[in-house]
Protein backbone atom coordinates (compact mmCIF):
# COMPACT_ATOMS: atom_id res chain seq x y z
CA UNK A 1 0.00 0.00 0.00
CA UNK A 2 1.42 3.43 -1.40
CA UNK A 3 1.60 6.15 1.46
CA UNK A 4 3.56 9.93 1.63
CA UNK A 5 6.88 9.53 2.79
CA UNK A 6 9.68 12.07 3.88
CA UNK A 7 13.44 11.29 2.50
CA UNK A 8 16.53 12.67 3.40
CA UNK A 9 18.99 12.76 0.87
CA UNK A 10 22.07 10.75 2.15
CA UNK A 11 23.83 10.95 -1.17
CA UNK A 12 23.71 12.05 -4.70
CA UNK A 13 26.66 10.71 -7.10
CA UNK A 14 26.93 10.51 -10.77
CA UNK A 15 27.55 6.73 -11.52
CA UNK A 16 27.88 6.95 -15.56
CA UNK A 17 27.30 9.84 -18.33
CA UNK A 18 24.13 11.23 -16.58
CA UNK A 19 23.43 9.02 -14.67
CA UNK A 20 22.97 9.27 -10.81
CA UNK A 21 22.79 7.44 -7.82
CA UNK A 22 20.80 9.04 -5.19
CA UNK A 23 20.17 7.20 -1.85
CA UNK A 24 17.52 8.36 0.63
CA UNK A 25 16.62 7.65 4.74
CA UNK A 26 13.54 7.09 5.45
CA UNK A 27 10.73 4.22 5.66
CA UNK A 28 10.64 1.61 3.19
CA UNK A 29 8.08 -0.74 4.95
CA UNK A 30 5.46 -0.28 1.88
CA UNK A 31 7.85 -1.39 -0.47
CA UNK A 32 7.30 -4.82 -0.69
CA UNK A 33 8.52 -6.07 -4.50
CA UNK A 34 11.18 -5.44 -6.88
CA UNK A 35 9.76 -3.45 -9.97
CA UNK A 36 8.23 -0.74 -7.29
CA UNK A 37 8.50 2.95 -7.72
CA UNK A 38 8.26 6.10 -6.00
CA UNK A 39 7.06 9.37 -7.26
CA UNK A 40 9.28 12.66 -5.95
CA UNK A 41 7.77 15.95 -5.75
CA UNK A 42 10.20 18.20 -6.91
CA UNK A 43 9.88 22.34 -6.30
CA UNK A 44 8.65 24.33 -8.99
CA UNK A 45 7.03 21.39 -11.05
CA UNK A 46 3.19 20.78 -11.22
CA UNK A 47 4.09 16.41 -11.96
CA UNK A 48 5.98 14.41 -9.75
CA UNK A 49 9.06 12.39 -11.37
CA UNK A 50 8.17 8.44 -10.88
CA UNK A 51 11.79 6.43 -10.43
CA UNK A 52 11.88 2.42 -9.68
CA UNK A 53 13.39 1.67 -6.71
CA UNK A 54 16.86 0.43 -7.41
CA UNK A 55 17.13 -1.68 -3.63
CA UNK A 56 16.29 -0.79 -0.28
CA UNK A 57 16.33 -1.94 3.12
CA UNK A 58 14.81 -0.90 6.63
CA UNK A 59 16.73 2.13 6.24
CA UNK A 60 16.10 3.70 2.99
CA UNK A 61 16.16 3.42 -0.40
CA UNK A 62 18.35 4.06 -3.38
CA UNK A 63 17.21 4.80 -7.00
CA UNK A 64 19.26 5.26 -10.06
CA UNK A 65 17.85 7.88 -12.69
CA UNK A 66 19.52 9.87 -15.88
CA UNK A 67 19.12 13.50 -16.33
CA UNK A 68 17.30 14.01 -19.42
CA UNK A 69 15.40 17.24 -18.65
CA UNK A 70 14.69 20.15 -16.13
CA UNK A 71 13.12 17.93 -13.92
CA UNK A 72 15.90 14.99 -13.71
CA UNK A 73 18.79 18.00 -13.53
CA UNK A 74 17.09 19.30 -10.47
CA UNK A 75 17.59 16.28 -8.82
CA UNK A 76 20.94 16.00 -9.61
CA UNK A 77 21.70 19.29 -7.95
CA UNK A 78 20.42 18.08 -4.17
CA UNK A 79 22.97 17.97 -1.87
CA UNK A 80 22.36 15.22 1.50
CA UNK A 81 20.09 16.59 3.74
CA UNK A 82 17.54 17.76 1.39
CA UNK A 83 13.94 16.54 2.02
CA UNK A 84 11.88 15.09 -0.30
CA UNK A 85 8.07 14.46 -0.61
CA UNK A 86 7.79 11.22 -1.79
CA UNK A 87 4.99 8.97 -2.82
CA UNK A 88 6.32 5.22 -2.25
CA UNK A 89 5.29 1.94 -2.45
CA UNK A 90 3.59 2.52 -5.99
CA UNK A 91 3.33 0.20 -8.44
CA UNK A 92 3.14 -3.78 -8.34
CA UNK A 93 6.24 -5.16 -8.69
CA UNK A 94 7.84 -8.30 -10.62
CA UNK A 95 6.42 -12.11 -8.69
CA UNK A 96 9.17 -14.65 -8.61
CA UNK A 97 8.21 -17.44 -10.46
CA UNK A 98 9.42 -21.00 -10.10
CA UNK A 99 12.85 -21.63 -12.56
CA UNK A 100 16.04 -23.04 -12.94
CA UNK A 101 17.70 -20.33 -15.12
CA UNK A 102 15.89 -17.55 -15.24
CA UNK A 103 17.26 -14.64 -16.97
CA UNK A 104 17.38 -11.11 -16.31
CA UNK A 105 17.79 -8.52 -19.21
CA UNK A 106 18.07 -4.39 -18.39
CA UNK A 107 18.63 -1.82 -20.82
CA UNK A 108 20.32 1.50 -20.00
CA UNK A 109 18.24 3.21 -17.21
CA UNK A 110 15.74 0.01 -16.87
CA UNK A 111 18.51 -1.61 -15.05
CA UNK A 112 17.92 -0.53 -11.68
CA UNK A 113 15.21 -2.46 -10.81
CA UNK A 114 16.48 -5.39 -12.08
CA UNK A 115 19.44 -5.42 -8.90
CA UNK A 116 16.89 -5.56 -6.29
CA UNK A 117 14.97 -8.40 -8.80
CA UNK A 118 18.42 -10.76 -8.99
CA UNK A 119 18.91 -10.39 -5.06
CA UNK A 120 15.50 -11.72 -4.57
CA UNK A 121 16.08 -14.66 -7.04
CA UNK A 122 19.33 -15.31 -5.37
CA UNK A 123 17.81 -15.33 -2.35
CA UNK A 124 15.18 -18.22 -4.02
CA UNK A 125 17.92 -20.32 -4.96
CA UNK A 126 18.24 -19.66 -7.95
CA UNK A 127 20.53 -19.01 -10.38
CA UNK A 128 19.96 -16.27 -12.54
CA UNK A 129 21.78 -15.19 -16.27
CA UNK A 130 22.00 -11.42 -16.19
CA UNK A 131 22.30 -9.26 -19.58
CA UNK A 132 23.23 -5.35 -19.18
CA UNK A 133 22.50 -3.25 -23.04
CA UNK A 134 24.14 0.19 -22.96
CA UNK A 135 24.71 2.52 -26.02
CA UNK A 136 28.29 3.01 -25.30
CA UNK A 137 30.96 2.16 -22.14
CA UNK A 138 30.95 5.36 -20.70
CA UNK A 139 27.29 4.80 -19.58
CA UNK A 140 27.55 1.15 -18.28
CA UNK A 141 26.94 1.07 -14.60
CA UNK A 142 25.83 -1.31 -11.71
CA UNK A 143 28.07 -4.17 -13.62
CA UNK A 144 30.43 -4.71 -10.17
CA UNK A 145 26.88 -4.42 -8.35
CA UNK A 146 25.48 -7.51 -10.17
CA UNK A 147 28.73 -9.38 -10.51
CA UNK A 148 29.26 -9.04 -6.05
CA UNK A 149 26.01 -11.09 -6.38
CA UNK A 150 27.68 -14.13 -7.57
CA UNK A 151 25.36 -14.05 -10.73
CA UNK A 152 26.56 -14.14 -14.54
CA UNK A 153 26.96 -11.27 -15.94
CA UNK A 154 26.81 -9.94 -19.94
CA UNK A 155 27.64 -6.19 -21.19
CA UNK A 156 26.04 -5.59 -24.75
CA UNK A 157 26.91 -2.03 -25.75
CA UNK A 158 25.84 -1.07 -29.20
CA UNK A 159 28.79 0.30 -30.30
CA UNK A 160 31.37 -2.03 -29.04
CA UNK A 161 32.98 -0.61 -26.75
CA UNK A 162 32.48 -2.78 -23.95
CA UNK A 163 31.59 -6.27 -23.90
CA UNK A 164 29.60 -7.46 -26.42
CA UNK A 165 28.83 -5.43 -29.76
CA UNK A 166 24.93 -4.91 -30.40
CA UNK A 167 21.81 -5.40 -28.19
CA UNK A 168 21.13 -7.72 -25.60
CA UNK A 169 19.67 -9.90 -27.51
CA UNK A 170 22.92 -10.54 -29.54
CA UNK A 171 23.64 -11.69 -25.71
CA UNK A 172 21.17 -13.84 -24.84
CA UNK A 173 22.04 -17.48 -24.07
CA UNK A 174 20.85 -20.69 -25.36
CA UNK A 175 19.38 -22.39 -21.93
CA UNK A 176 16.94 -20.03 -19.80
CA UNK A 177 13.93 -21.27 -18.96
CA UNK A 178 12.25 -17.92 -17.46
CA UNK A 179 12.58 -13.85 -18.15
CA UNK A 180 12.59 -10.95 -16.60
CA UNK A 181 13.41 -7.28 -18.45
CA UNK A 182 13.29 -3.57 -17.99
CA UNK A 183 13.94 -0.56 -20.58
CA UNK A 184 12.81 0.85 -23.68
CA UNK A 185 10.61 -0.16 -25.90
CA UNK A 186 12.72 -0.55 -29.10
CA UNK A 187 14.61 -3.50 -27.00
CA UNK A 188 11.15 -4.79 -25.59
CA UNK A 189 9.98 -5.12 -29.18
CA UNK A 190 13.33 -7.37 -29.96
CA UNK A 191 12.89 -9.47 -26.85
CA UNK A 192 9.19 -10.26 -27.30
CA UNK A 193 10.45 -11.52 -30.94
CA UNK A 194 13.42 -13.03 -29.70
CA UNK A 195 12.36 -14.87 -26.33
CA UNK A 196 11.30 -18.52 -26.53
CA UNK A 197 9.59 -18.54 -22.95
CA UNK A 198 6.98 -16.69 -20.52
CA UNK A 199 8.28 -13.64 -18.77
CA UNK A 200 7.80 -10.31 -17.16
CA UNK A 201 8.04 -6.70 -18.82
CA UNK A 202 8.77 -4.19 -16.54
CA UNK A 203 7.20 -0.71 -18.53
CA UNK A 204 8.19 2.93 -18.78
CA UNK A 205 5.64 5.04 -19.33
CA UNK A 206 4.70 8.25 -18.69
CA UNK A 207 2.69 8.74 -16.19
CA UNK A 208 0.27 12.01 -14.75
CA UNK A 209 -0.73 10.82 -11.34
CA UNK A 210 1.15 7.77 -11.00
CA UNK A 211 -1.03 5.76 -8.51
CA UNK A 212 -4.31 5.33 -11.06
CA UNK A 213 -7.03 7.94 -10.92
CA UNK A 214 -5.83 10.04 -13.45
CA UNK A 215 -5.98 6.94 -16.10
CA UNK A 216 -3.27 8.37 -18.31
CA UNK A 217 -1.12 5.36 -18.52
CA UNK A 218 -4.02 3.25 -19.42
CA UNK A 219 -3.36 0.07 -22.23
CA UNK A 220 -5.18 -2.81 -23.18
CA UNK A 221 -4.43 -6.07 -22.16
CA UNK A 222 -5.74 -9.54 -23.32
CA UNK A 223 -8.01 -9.07 -19.68
CA UNK A 224 -9.08 -5.93 -20.55
CA UNK A 225 -7.56 -1.89 -19.91
CA UNK A 226 -5.07 -1.84 -16.85
CA UNK A 227 -2.75 1.11 -15.97
CA UNK A 228 0.77 0.91 -15.97
CA UNK A 229 1.05 2.47 -13.00
CA UNK A 230 -1.11 0.78 -10.60
CA UNK A 231 -2.08 -2.23 -12.33
CA UNK A 232 1.66 -2.42 -13.22
CA UNK A 233 4.56 -1.28 -14.40
CA UNK A 234 5.20 -4.90 -14.60
CA UNK A 235 2.61 -7.06 -16.83
CA UNK A 236 3.15 -10.70 -17.79
CA UNK A 237 4.35 -11.36 -21.76
CA UNK A 238 1.37 -13.30 -22.32
CA UNK A 239 -1.30 -10.22 -21.35
CA UNK A 240 0.42 -7.76 -23.40
CA UNK A 241 -1.14 -6.31 -26.47
CA UNK A 242 1.93 -4.97 -27.82
CA UNK A 243 -0.33 -2.74 -29.93
CA UNK A 244 -1.33 -0.34 -27.32
CA UNK A 245 2.63 0.63 -27.45
CA UNK A 246 2.56 1.58 -30.69
Do not use: H
Amino acid sequence: MQKQVFYTVTKNVPIAKQVYQLDLQGDTSCITAPGQFVNIRLDGKFLRRPISVCDWDAQGLTIIYKVVGAGTQQMSEMAPGTVLDTLSGLGNGYTIRSAEKPLVIGGGVGVPPLYALTKALVRAGQKPQVILGFNTADEVFYEDAFRALGVSVTVATADGSRGVKGFVTDAFPQDYDYFYTCGPMPMFRAVEKMAKTSGQFSFEERMGCGFGACMGCSCKTKDGYKRICADGPVLEREEIVWQTFA
